[in-house]
């Protein structure tokens, strides 16, 4: 009897746990739950976009809908520019947001000083998570020293645009994919002229070319992997730059301008693909290029490099004092990593999406001619080859602040004609100095 009495509390004692348990679980997953979701108005491609809520509104009606507990709110009409500084004293208030968007040049800077939760666990622990369903290079955006602190929502890679009908005037054909530095060389220059007879050049190879782009085609790389130091001087950076100036050198140094571009006068010009989006519709379409056709390739490649360009990706993250890690883990997800999300970026944002399966699939393409390249310019296999292929800026503290110094530095080298491997070694001076004080 005394066994019997045993086993009858025994067991009385695990219905009771038992019970308790369904019903705390019950009560964690009913239990009123209040997402704070932080986001600016506006592009982060510095182009124009009226529905930057659209599908953010959309995804959380949808998450709502998914978890009825959990409610989202975010606080509208937050300036790009204003959008950094507004997050940190929410931060200093203890007004931390669960989920917010990232602006690239802050990802280093909030995960370096925890204002980012850092979700390699959550990544981990998630076994319908998987990072390789991203694209490297975009999901790399969201890194910070080894570690993730952000997902990728839209990305925008650089293409090169070319005005055929320009090229066919000249009997030029136009370039392969895999077409190279002394290619592009020769047709800027064989372009490049003054065709009014007034002495000054009013029809020219390329617009809006940087010594960034030679850069990266010529596979240099500014600076250390740590950021400890700048590669200025490295053979392949100082190839790129000395290489950007020979392109200006055809124009004697006289620079295209957007209106010569938008007017057929210029062959050559790389463009994002959000600017892209913003310059193809209609009006634009109508107003801007109905005198001359155009497609577009991947960038010219360099001696020592590759036909690439550089992507930047707005990525998302979680709030490193969130009292509702799962939450808020499910949202990211289902903005950053939801398909159905995710084929809404091509047709409503500026970018596409940073999901391979995402901007393979048949129903991509057909947005793709039916709202953006309606003339075939843009084709879902280039757009997919860039992404694949692309890099991204470093991730360390403090850079986008010594890349303006030294942007600046660099052009001023290129305007002023003076020596470039000196300018260069004066200006990795002073940039290594920055990057330890």
């Known amino acids: 009897m005394n066994k019997w009495k045993r086993n009858g509390i025994l067991g009385a004692v695990l219905f009771v746990v038992f019970c308790g348990s369904i019903l705390y679980i019950y009560h964690r997953e ?83 000083i925890g204002l980012l939760l850092n979700l390699d666990q959550l990544i981990k622990s998630d076994d319908k998570f998987d990072k390789s369903k991203y694209y490297a290079s975009a999901y790399a955006d969201g890194e910070y020293e080894g570690s993730q602190y952000a997902l990728p929502y839209e990305s925008v890679p650089t293409m090169m645009f070319i005005n055929k009908t320009l090229l066919k005037k000249e009997g030029i054909q136009i370039p392969k994919g895999d077409w190279s530095w002394n290619e592009f060389y020769d047709i800027c220059k064989k372009v490049t002229k003054d065709t009014d007879g007034d002495g000054l050049i009013d029809q020219f190879g390329v617009y809006d070319y940087s010594w960034k782009n030679s850069v990266v085609t010529n596979g240099g790389e500014l600076f250390s992997k740590d950021g400890s130091s700048s590669n200025l001087t490295n053979t392949n950076v100082k190839e790129a730059i000395k290489f950007t100036s020979k392109i200006n050198e055809i124009s004697g140094n006289q620079k295209a301008t957007s209106n010569d571009f938008d007017t057929g006068k210029v062959a050559f010009r790389p463009m994002t693909f959000a600017e892209y989006k913003t310059y193809k519709p209609y009006p634009w379409r109508l107003k801007k290029y109905s005198k001359f056709d155009w497609d577009c390739i991947k960038l010219p490649a360099g001696s020592n490099g590759k036909n690439i360009s550089e992507v930047e990706s707005l990525v998302m993250g979680i709030g490193n004092s969130t009292k509702y890690q799962k939450e808020a883990w499910n949202f990211l997800k289902m903005l950053t990593y939801n398909q159905k999300t995710q084929q809404k970026i091509l047709r409503d944002a500026q970018g596409i999406s940073p999901l391979k399966e995402v901007n393979q699939s048949k129903a991509t393409e057909k947005i793709l001619q039916k709202e953006v390249s309606q003339d075939g310019s843009v084709k879902l296999s280039l757009l997919n080859e860039i992404m694949e292929q692309a890099v991204i800026e470093p991730k360390f503290k403090n850079y986008y602040t010594v890349y303006q110094e030294m942007d600046q530095e660099i052009q001023y080298i290129l305007n002023s004609q003076g020596d470039i491997d000196d300018g260069l070694l004066r200006l990795k001076q002073e940039v290594d100095q920055s990057l330890n004080e």
């Open 30 to 112: 009913t239990k009123p739950v209040t997402l704070q979701f932080a986001m600016y108005a506006g592009s982060q491609w510095n182009v124009p976009n009226d529905d930057y809520y659209k599908i953010i509104d959309e995804t959380i009606a949808e998450y709502e809908k998914k978890y009825p507990n959990v409610k989202v709110k975010y606080t509208s009409g937050i300036l790009k520019d204003d959008y950094s500084e507004w997050l940190s004293e929410q931060a200093l208030k203890g007004k931390t947001p669960d989920v917010m968007m990232v602006l690239s040049e802050d990802t280093s800077t909030f995960a370096s």
